[in-house]
Each structure stands twice: as C-alpha cells, then as structure tokens.
C-alpha cells in the first residue's frame, strides 16, 4: 500500500491518541502491551496510517540523542497486515528523522519476532550491540541512550545510519 492507495501518514497530538489503542491490543500482550500503551500516552511523535476508514497503524519515534533517534513501536492492525503499511511508516519516520539532522537511528526488536526484525532488516539496519553504541557516542551517553530506549533482556538492537 502507498500514499497513493488512499493511505496517509499523519502525525497525531497527544491526547487524541485513545482510538488507536486497538492497533496495539491486535499487536502486543504481556508487558510489551503496557509498556506501548504508556509510550503511546507518553511520546512526543507518533505517526498513523490511515485509509478513509480511520487508522490501520502507528509508529512511535522519539530522538534519543542530538544526532541518534529510536523507533519505539511499529505496529499494524491485524486485517491491514502484509500491505506494506509498516515498511510505509517506517520510511516515512526515517524522512523525518533525516530531515531533523539525526545520522543514527535505532530500533530493538525481540530475538524471536522474525517479521520486525525483515521490516528493519529490508531498510538497511543491521545488529549493533552496546559496545558500538559506547564507540559511537561514548560510554556515559551509550548508557543513557539506553536507559531511554528500554532495551531489555531477549532484544536484538539494530541500528542503520542515515
């Protein structure tokens, strides 16, 4: 799916955000469900999908650092899937995230979620870790980096520079 097809990428205010909670039921459970229900509430910029039917998904992006930004959450409801929509909001924080003057973006993906990870993978992220962060950006603000995109335990960090 594309711009063209009806669909479009929006940015949508905090406090408007209530009617997208269902994409994130569709997609997440467990802590991964709360922790994006709270980002949703919570983060600066989140971008919608949405066909003349109303929103089909989201993506949260935040800026982590002066030049390095994180993508939160990608997430697409269930009848709207393999359409293209992720791969469209993806590209389309990227744009943003270029545009902003951030050469770095990052993103954490299960170990086991094979299909987020093809989504990252296709628009040329690649498995860093922690000491190429540190590398890049120096310990103190690697670990603060950290600390701000909730990279846990069981999650593969990705990064691709722009």
């Not at 910029?45 to 929103?55: C, D, K, L, M």
């Not at 030049?67 to 469209?88: I, Q």
């Not at 973006?105 to 628009?123: G, I, K």
């Amino acid at each position: 799916m594309s711009r063209g097809e009806g669909i479009e990428v929006v940015e949508v205010p905090g406090g408007s955000r209530e009617d997208l909670e269902f994409i994130l039921d569709e997609s997440f459970e467990g802590l991964y469900l709360r922790h994006a229900k709270r980002t949703l509430k919570e983060i600066g910029v989140v971008r919608v999908a949405r066909s003349p039917e109303g929103p089909v998904g989201l993506i949260m992006v935040k800026a982590v650092e002066e030049k390095a930004g994180y993508v939160y959450y990608v997430a697409v409801a269930t009848a709207h899937r393999r359409k293209g929509l992720a791969s469209l909001l993806l590209k389309d924080a990227l744009e943003r995230f270029k545009a902003a003057g951030v050469e770095d973006v990052y993103a954490s993906v299960e170990e086991d979620n094979v299909p987020s990870a093809r989504l990252f993978l296709s628009h040329g992220f690649a498995r860093t870790s922690f000491a190429e962060v540190a590398k890049r950006f120096g310990m103190l603000r690697a670990v603060n980096m950290y600390r701000v995109m909730m990279v846990v335990p069981g999650e593969v960090l990705l990064h691709k520079s722009i």
